[in-house]
């Protein structure tokens, strides 16, 4: 198993402004994800980082909205730029392990004033 | 292309009464099969897996589920829940990536 931390645990931000969210893992990982969980909704994979090449976004997310940087197998970081209200949310980030189940960090909740 | 249906959104129960939260996937290739639990306020954690061998898995917390690959459906059972078993439940599907279910909330009233 995999422990996952997650920093800040919440934040109430301002419209237009950016907020950067940490994800340490105790063990060395390949894969790391960022999903987004609106309120009584599912998980929304937002984007995959590997450690030494460029995110992978999935369709509707992109990287000036939400840059993400992968500088070793341990630690990430996901930026939410010139925030909106939408985009209020929990942030989990997770890594998968060779049995393909994920382990997931406690979340980022976001509101956006 | 995958795709993960949970049947139901949400499923009241009285405590010690059995329950089952329904899951049914499509996959154009061979998947793997999880059950999330995810407790107000908490992250997501594990409950249990399908990957090979026998069709029932059990998990922690009493839980167990079973493949049934010619109906596509990995259906979530307890025999009997408790007040703490309230939570939200999420199936996910691992072909290509991991694609996760809408969620099941269930709420366990005493």
């Known amino acids: 198993s995999a422990v996952i931390s997650q920093k800040p645990s919440r934040d109430i931000c301002q419209r237009g402004t950016s907020l950067t969210i940490q994800c340490q893992v105790d063990?060395?990982?390949?894969?790391m994800f960022w999903y987004r969980q609106q309120p009584g909704q599912s998980l929304t994979l937002i984007a995959t980082?590997?450690?030494?090449?460029?995110?992978?976004?999935e369709s509707g997310f992109v990287i000036d909205k939400f840059p993400i940087s992968r500088p070793n197998l341990t630690f990430s970081t996901l930026t939410v730029s010139n925030m909106s209200p939408e985009d209020s949310s929990i942030y989990l980030c997770?890594?998968?392990?060779?049995?393909?189940?994920?382990?997931f960090g406690p979340g980022t909740r976001l509101t956006v004033t | 292309a995958q795709s993960v249906t949970q049947l139901d959104s949400q499923v009241p129960v009285f405590e010690e009464a059995p329950v089952e939260l329904r899951c049914n996937y499509s996959?154009?290739?061979?998947?793997?099969l999880f059950w999330y639990v995810q407790y107000p306020n908490q992250g997501l954690q594990l409950l249990l897996k399908y990957l090979s061998g026998s069709t029932l898995v059990k998990g922690i917390n009493g839980f167990e589920a079973e493949f049934n690959k010619s109906q596509t459906s990995f259906h979530l059972r307890k025999p009997s829940v408790h007040i703490s078993d309230t939570a939200e439940y999420f199936c996910?599907?691992?072909?290509?990536?991991?694609?996760f279910g809408a969620g099941t909330r269930l709420f366990v009233k005493a």
């Open positions: 997770s890594v998968e392990a060779d049995t393909y189940e994920q382990y």
């Open positions: 063990s060395q990982v390949t894969m």
């Open positions: 996959s154009s290739v061979s998947v793997y």
């Open positions: 996910a599907v691992r072909g290509f990536k991991t694609i």
């Open positions: 980082a590997n450690q030494g090449s460029e995110a992978t976004y």
